[in-house]
């Protein structure tokens, strides 16, 4: 049971370039989320999804879009990178309502936007 | 707005020195209160959930307690091994979509 994967682990952009981290879990889990984690400001959420098909904005959405076409599959995509967007990224996945269940967190994506 | 504390920012203790971190939290109405684990370049492992003032949770070494206002994880003769993040996150039924919002989190270090 591998419970949330994300991919990549690590990556470096140069600014302007694009890229998308790929969330999967196994779990038939409902809701997925998407947060960064900076200094200093802790875990701040980027995007979810209550299910299949469904998305909404979080926190600090801008520059950020997500898809959920699968239910399993939840995707964190940067169109024009900033170095602002350097950070670790976590996506995480829980059955119902995050709020009474917790959450399970991937093991984060470090990336350096330069 | 829920809004999470945690004190001290860090906790540096010696191998077998009991202590306490805590969380400090205002929410309209409480659903859960969480605490996690992170280790250096990993993600949040999940530790407890408490739900109801006076409820405790025991897992090893470490010990959470709820009140209406705050929540402490007790360590007891820490191991080095003890050594990582505690964060501290609530939720409070809120959303639509189970928001959590957590706190600044303590770094614990443990010498030998």
């Known amino acids: 049971n591998a419970g949330v994967t994300q991919t990549p682990k690590f990556r470096v952009l140069k600014t302007g370039q694009s890229m998308t981290l790929l969330c999967a879990q196994d779990?038939?889990?409902?809701?997925m989320y998407w947060y960064r984690q900076d200094p200093g400001m802790g875990l701040r959420l980027i995007h979810y999804?209550?299910?299949?098909?469904?998305?909404a904005k979080g926190e600090v959405p801008d520059g950020y879009n997500v898809s959920r076409l699968k239910k399993q599959n939840f995707l964190l995509g940067l169109e024009s990178a900033a170095p602002s967007q350097t950070s670790v990224y976590f996506c995480?996945?829980?059955?119902?309502?995050?709020?009474?269940?917790?959450?399970?967190f991937g093991s984060g994506t470090r990336l350096t936007v330069v | 707005e829920d809004q999470v504390t945690q004190s001290p920012e860090a906790l540096r203790l010696q191998e077998g020195e009991s202590s306490s971190l805590n969380c400090s939290y205002t929410?309209?109405?409480?659903?859960?209160l969480f605490w996690y684990r992170q280790d250096p370049g990993k993600g949040p492992e999940f530790l407890f959930t408490?739900?109801?003032a006076g409820e405790e949770k025991e897992k090893e070494r470490l010990k959470a307690t709820l009140t209406k206002k705050e929540s402490f994880l007790h360590i007891t003769a820490p191991k080095p091994e003890d050594s990582a993040t505690y964060l501290c996150?609530?939720?409070?039924?809120?959303?639509?979509?189970?928001?959590?919002?957590f706190g600044q989190g303590t770094i614990l270090t443990v010498h030998p």
């Open positions: 996150a609530v939720g409070d039924g809120g959303t639509s979509y189970g928001k959590l919002t």
């Open positions: 995480a996945s829980t059955p119902l309502g995050g709020d009474l269940y917790g959450y399970t």
């Open positions: 408490l739900y109801s």
């Open positions: 929410v309209s109405g409480l659903r859960g």
């Open positions: 779990m038939n889990h409902e809701y």
């Open positions: 999804s209550v299910g299949e098909g469904t998305t």
